[in-house]
């Protein structure tokens, strides 16, 4: 299996293109991915109406980029996400990637209806509500962005996808699985439902720290792709200092025989040889998979972390609003949290606008010591 990086250093235009366009090219260029005349749905993270300096969200200019190279097979590009909170539209005009639509001719997809897909061959999922527009496009490109999460430990290719749920249909699937290993064998089902021709993950700036929202930009200098996106995050993890192959959505994928350990991977490209020292989430060293599943149920909030608003807290009740379980309440101007409700699915931490939530180890976790 083969894995493309290109070494790309800013978000200059034609330095974009030409990294996308070295990528495509180890696999035999953009006419080997797409026939004339089909619809391609391109899916960037917009998680967020956010600034591309931010490094939240696809850079538009990468979104650009790969429009082009659709309308250069002759497929005719759309590009759609739905983000976190709020409207993709309102998002994709902040975050730039409407404003290249329209300068492209690409139209632009809300994601504002679901539909039902059957997948009788999921492991944990075997019936998804995604967006409609899915029935509607021949191809599906995940352009994803490189960047720390605190419940998966890494966002690219694959985690990406998620955005194919509609709004809050995303909090459904927290409050039904809410073990990390359950959550990731979610993702790996949604993979192969979806089953993007192409993934490209966006790291000339990726985030470290506290993403996917509230880390730091870090420049990383690369683009990834492959046909595969359990490799493209394998050998992304990798890149970005992790052990990887030990990453929920990987070792999953890796049990389940659908991608080859990293030793398999052959990673070409001017990229090949990056590699980066990301700080990592503060969650990642959960204790799944370390400790058996009834003392880590027994003893949730001793292994785990918990969210904890800080004095940068507005009351704002954004978190409130989108807690899956409603385990948060606005008291005194300041967020406030049950603990017994609480799920540890992070998504408050996510979506805080103003950086307020910090994650504190549980004592037993502490006892163990963080690793990386
Ligand atoms: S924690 Fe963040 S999202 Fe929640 S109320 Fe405070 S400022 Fe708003
Ligand atoms: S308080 Fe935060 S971590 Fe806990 S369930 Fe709500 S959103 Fe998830």
């Not at 960037?44 to 190279?69: F, K, S, W, Y």
């Not at 993709?88 to 001719?105: D, F, H, L, P, S």
């Not at 940068?312 to 949290?337: D, F, L, W, Y």
Request: proline content about 6%; glycine content about 12%; aromatic content about 8%.
């Amino acid at each position: 299996m083969r894995i493309a990086a290109a070494a790309v250093n800013s978000y200059e235009y034609k330095e974009v293109e030409k990294g996308i366009e070295e990528v495509l090219a180890c696999f035999g260029g953009i006419e080997a991915l797409i026939r004339s005349g089909e619809r391609v749905l391109i899916k960037p993270n917009m998680l967020e109406g956010l600034p591309p300096e931010r490094a939240v969200t696809t850079h538009p200019e990468v979104v650009r980029a790969v429009i082009r190279q659709v309308k250069r097979a002759g497929g005719i590009p759309l590009v759609g996400d739905s983000p976190g909170i709020g409207s993709g539209m309102k998002a994709a005009e902040k975050n730039g990637i409407a404003g290249v639509c329209r300068e492209e001719g690409a139209e632009l997809l809300a994601f504002a209806e679901s539909a039902e897909y059957s997948f009788p061959e999921g492991k944990v999922i075997r019936k998804f509500h995604l967006t409609g527009e899915l029935q509607q496009v021949d191809k599906v490109i995940s352009l994803a962005k490189m960047k720390t999460h605190s419940f998966m430990g890494i966002t690219g290719a694959v985690k990406n996808l998620f955005g194919c749920i509609v709004g809050p249909g995303k909090a459904q699937f927290h409050l039904r699985l809410k073990r990390r290993d359950d959550f990731a064998a979610m993702l790996v089902d949604l993979a192969l439902l979806v089953k993007p021709v192409f993934f490209l993950v966006d790291g000339i700036v990726g985030m470290e720290g506290n993403g996917p929202r509230n880390g730091s930009p870090i420049q990383a200098g690369v683009i990834l792709g492959g046909t595969n996106g359990f490799a493209v995050d394998l050998v992304m993890g990798q890149m970005m200092g992790f052990n990887s192959e030990e990453l929920p959505v990987s070792r999953l994928a890796l049990a389940r025989g659908l991608v080859p350990g990293l030793k398999r991977i052959e990673v070409v490209g001017s990229g090949r040889e990056l590699r980066w020292d990301f700080q990592p989430p503060y969650n990642l060293e959960s204790l799944d998979g370390r400790v058996p599943p009834f003392l880590v149920r027994f003893f949730q909030n001793q292994f785990t972390y918990r969210p904890v608003m800080n004095e940068k807290c507005t009351g704002c009740s954004r978190c409130a609003q989108h807690c899956p379980p409603q385990a948060i309440k606005i008291e005194n101007g300041k967020a406030m949290v049950d603990y017994e409700q609480c799920i540890r699915c992070y998504c408050c931490q996510e979506l805080c606008p103003f950086d307020a939530v910090i994650l504190e180890q549980g004592l037993l976790l502490k006892l163990f010591g963080r690793k990386k």
